[in-house]
């Protein structure tokens, strides 16, 4: 009898282990695959996390969430590196708050969210890009100068 215990202890031990292995892979909060989270940090002008990942040509569906109580922001990814985002969040500046710092003619953008207040989020649906690295910021005027931005890979 005492032995027969022991061994459905140790089954449920095993069970036990295993259930944990399973979930392992896909409890680290990073954002990768076909559903992508991103937030602003707190009240921070940054983003959490500063770096996502994705497979070219997938259906990307992104949630995008203004975690501030107090700042607007939006999401933009551009379809280029720092270079080509400094000129997005240009344009996006001229463009103005009612256009929600987002050019009209959206050249050089992916896709964007609109500007968001504070607690609001959005899901943006957008095709994943050919394989490199593509940067994201929010074009709210300062903001990308005080460091909100990231960056998707895609692979
Ligand atoms: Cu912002």
């Not at 215990?5 to 259930?19: E, M, P, Q, S, T």
Request: contains cysteine; proline residues 3%.
């Amino acid at each position: 009898m005492k032995i027969s215990v022991r061994k459905i202890a140790l089954g449920v031990l095993l069970v036990g282990a295993f259930v944990l292995a399973a979930c392992g892979g896909a409890s680290d909060g990073a954002a990768s695959g076909g559903g992508l989270t991103v937030g602003s940090d707190g009240e921070n002008l940054a983003y959490a996390p500063v770096s996502l990942t994705a497979k070219a040509g997938e259906k990307v569906s992104l949630v995008f969430k203004n975690n501030s109580t107090a700042l607007q922001h939006n999401f933009v990814l551009v379809n280029g590196g720092e270079d080509v985002a400094n000129a997005v969040n240009d344009a996006g500046s001229e463009a103005g708050e009612a256009a929600g710092y987002v050019p009209a003619d959206k050249a050089n953008i992916i896709v964007s969210s609109a500007l968001l207040a504070p607690g609001a989020s959005e899901t943006l649906e957008f095709t994943a890009p050919a394989a490199g690295t593509y940067t994201y910021v929010c074009t709210y005027p300062a903001h990308l100068g005080g460091g909100m931005k990231g960056t998707l890979t895609v692979n």
